[in-house]
């Protein structure tokens, strides 16, 4: 056994990263189809580590306490970077996405109960592979696992829940970028960065015409995206006994979105530059951890059914957001990068969904109103449209009333 500090850890993740930057950047495959640079570096050493405990009988240890302050830091850095007159600009596309959304997760569960009859399971498996584990997530999973195995007495539902959901991590950041590039080569778009120099189609940011973030600009977003953590965590607790619990990181993201927006009244003005630098590394380092603890060994073991049942969840969630999703959102350049978020959060989670569209965005240009209408989508109103959904399947008889 292994087992790497905290420190180690955390330069083990660097390399991984870079490691995953040099790999997108040089292989034609990877690069054209905009995968994530965590994905590719933690599925390799997730692999390598696998092997070295298989046939080496060493097994590999990190230290990963740290990832969820990553993830709220990042979210955190998200509120802080949402200009709401955007998304009054954004509204119709909102609403627009919410409206492909409702179908979709019903959509999801009756895959999901339909493999489960195919396959001879129990119906709550088919919902654990339906918008349990794949829309709602890790958290998600563990909570409906631990239920169906106290009340229901399904064996193996945990390791179940995990692999499904982490699996749907992988699979919606390789999925993603594939369906956008299809899209905009099939639909002729472009973002600004697609465009030449000197053709009338400048990038709307360059950046390098503008002024460098300065020491203290860091310092300044750092701090403000540590008290989103701090007052987002107060929120939380205060209101944990509510009748709906909603997640830590929607509250760190509405105390950014509040310091934002309300900052400014007061003569406080963030370096909006930093503080997406410092939520790219954050949600870097998160989704590397993520993917360099995947247990192949329990992939290994939960294969067949469960490879079968997310092989055609991704299959269905791909031409829904190519044919669905970016034909509701105008089927423009930001409806492409949305799409691509789509099977970000609709296989993984919102993370994953950033991820797709920031590989997108650095290759092809901005999309403002993306980065704006898919957090608040997939860090918000999911998870309350998610909890319907499912409260209503599961009191179905055919299924397993609770």
Not at 272 to 281: C, K, L, N, Q, Y
């Amino acid at each position: 056994m292994i087992s790497l500090t905290p420190v180690q850890s955390l330069l083990a993740c660097c390399l991984v990263l870079v490691i995953g930057r040099v790999l997108t950047t040089r292989i034609g495959f990877l690069a054209r189809y905009s995968i994530p640079d965590p994905i590719v570096g933690g599925l390799l050493f997730a692999v390598l580590a696998y092997l070295l405990a298989t046939w080496g009988g060493v097994s590999v240890s990190l230290e990963t306490s740290i990832k969820p302050t990553l993830l709220l830091l990042f979210f955190g850095s998200i509120g802080l970077t949402a200009n709401l007159k955007l998304l009054a600009k954004g509204g119709p596309r909102l609403i627009a996405f919410l409206l492909a959304l409702i179908p979709f997760l019903v959509l999801q569960n009756a895959v999901g109960l339909g493999m489960a009859w195919l396959l001879d399971m129990h119906p709550l498996m088919g919902l654990l592979g339906g918008t349990i584990t794949l829309v709602g997530g890790h958290g998600t999973g563990a909570a409906y696992a631990t239920r169906f195995a106290d009340f229901n007495n399904i064996q193996d539902v945990m390791a179940l829940a995990m692999t499904a959901a982490t699996l749907g991590l992988v699979l919606g950041g390789v999925v993603g970028g594939p369906v956008a590039e299809w899209l905009m080569r099939r639909h002729k778009l472009a973002g600004s960065l697609d465009h030449a120099p000197g053709d009338g189609h400048e990038p709307a940011d360059l950046t390098e015409n503008a002024p460098a973030s300065s020491a203290g600009s860091y310092i300044v977003s750092l701090t403000a995206a540590l008290v989103c953590l701090v007052v987002g965590g107060y929120l939380a607790a205060l209101v944990e006994d509510a009748p709906v619990s909603l997640p830590n990181f929607l509250w760190c993201l509405a105390t950014g979105v509040l310091i934002r927006n309300g900052g400014e009244k007061l003569g406080l003005k963030l370096d909006d530059r930093a503080t997406e630098i410092i939520g790219t590394i954050s949600l870097s380092l998160f989704l590397g951890m993520t993917m360099m603890t995947l247990d192949l060994s329990s992939v290994a073991r939960l294969a067949g059914p469960l490879a079968l049942m997310l092989a055609v969840q991704t299959l269905v969630c791909a031409l829904y957001a190519a044919w669905v999703v970016f034909r509701m959102l105008k089927r423009d350049y930001e409806a492409a990068i949305m799409s691509a978020a789509f099977c970000g959060f609709a296989l993984g989670a919102t993370a994953t969904a950033i991820a797709n569209m920031q590989a997108l965005t650095r290759r092809h240009g901005p999309a403002p109103e993306a980065f704006i209408v898919v957090p608040v989508t997939g860090a918000f109103l999911v998870d309350i449209l998610n909890v319907i959904v499912l409260t209503s399947l599961i009191s179905l008889p055919f299924v397993g009333g609770m």
